[in-house]
């Protein structure tokens, strides 16, 4: 049962709107910086609303073979977790060591290439590849969990994760969340009427 075991937080990472690292995350909040603007991955004309918090510095992918910017934002925010908890090589039992992922969309830009008739590859959407590429890239091979429930995702991969340690079944658990800003996710939010008219507001 979860409660058994005793679990804490010893490493973060982070991709945000603010940059790369928790640092830039951190001190984007503390000094109150807006990270929301015009929204330049694509065309927004028609939508709801033309913000968003876009991350800079990630190009999206010019072919199917290269990653999406989604699977780049979790591999960097992992990479920066592990190294935040001490996990160096031959640091913890790979075995002992799970993973919980959570996202909405999944690499939904590698979907818009098939959608559009660009490939018919469409292994970088895959939640749960995405997923093992992300366990492979920490170096676990205990469970590792992929979970979608929309906006809730993320902190649905903490829980999970805390569960894992607290059952037994790991001793070490990431967890956790991405997505991608993409035409058709945005283009879904808008037409479900879940995005704003106006300035975006999220607290």
């Not at 033309?50 to 999206?60: C, Q, R, T």
């Not at 591999?75 to 909405?104: H, K, Q, Y």
């Not at 079944?169 to 035409?183: F, I, N, P, T």
């Amino acid at each position: 049962m979860a409660g058994d075991c005793r679990a804490v937080i010893t490493g973060l990472g982070s991709v945000s709107p603010y940059g790369r690292g928790v640092e830039a995350l951190w001190a984007g909040l503390s000094a109150g910086e807006r990270a929301i603007g015009p929204v330049t991955l694509f065309t927004t004309e028609g939508l709801r609303n033309s913000l968003g918090g876009e991350v800079s510095g990630y190009s999206p992918p010019s072919s199917p073979d290269e990653p999406t910017r989604a699977l780049r934002f979790l591999l960097d925010a992992i990479d920066e977790a592990v190294a935040d908890a001490g996990l160096g090589e031959g640091g913890f039992d790979p075995e002992r060591c799970g993973l919980v992922v959570g996202t909405n969309f999944g690499g939904m830009s590698a979907a818009e290439l098939a959608l559009t008739g660009r490939t018919a590859d469409l292994s970088g959407y895959s939640f749960a590849g995405n997923t093992a590429r992300a366990a492979e890239r920490a170096g676990f091979s205990g469970p590792a969990i992929t979970l979608s429930l929309s906006c809730a995702s993320g902190v649905a991969a903490l829980s999970v994760a805390r569960e894992l340690v607290g059952g037994g079944r790991a001793d070490v658990a990431l967890a956790a969340g991405y997505d991608e800003l993409s035409l058709f996710c945005f283009a879904g939010l808008s037409a479900l009427r879940a995005t704003s008219t106006s300035d975006i507001t999220p607290f």
